[in-house]
């Protein structure tokens, strides 16, 4: 790895700025002063220091689930300046959402450091069910709801079989729990919008294993060691 990269990558400066502290002379690899560009480093073996201090990377992985209030927009920055998952969370970690819930959607959202998690927990082959409480208008019915479950195959919406069961029916609109297996845009939202029935509320309870219980909305928390291995052992 190049010097510059792995000063950056030690969070010392972004990496043009990380060329000008090499150029002044005040990075040194094992205790030799390096003030040329290019200069190549094992990051396993070589010791680099700058002004004396030796410079580390941080390869430790964070795993965090917050329950995202409404209002928030799940992207790691937003171009229109509105809050974002990542602001909730107090970190020095580079993390981002792992999956999108749009911004009237609450519940639960995976934030990790960890770049190889986002395609095993959202990619259809690896079948990771992801459960919604959902309240729609009116009451859908068994055969509506079947289609749901056997899955749809029309023009722009494919889905995998869901398991979907009526939790409440009230006279104008029904609670319904439905876990999907992969993770389409407004995915929830087209399903039930096909057969008829409109969302107005949606929250994401679970995410495989990982559940929401017991977390206040805004709230965050770290994964326990169980949740963390259970994740890495999708992969
Ligand atoms: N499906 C939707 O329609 N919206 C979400 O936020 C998540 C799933």
Redesign the pocket.
Known sequence: MRLQKYLAHAGLASRRKSEELIKEGKVKVNNKVIDQMGFEVDPQKDKIYFEGKLLKIDNEMVYIILNKPMGVVTTASDEKGRVNVCDLIDTDKRIYPVG???ID?TGLVILTNDGSLANVLMHPKHKIGKT?IVTVEGRPNGKQLNKLREGLNIRDLKTQKADVKILKNFDKDSIIKITIYE?QN?????MFSYIGHK?KK?K?ISMGEISLEGLEIGNYRYLNKEEIKYLRGLK
Do not use: A, C, N, W
């Not at 407004?186 to 087209?190: A, D, N, S």
């Open positions: 999108r819930l749009d959607t919604y993770g407004h995915q929830i939202k087209r969302v949606l994401r």
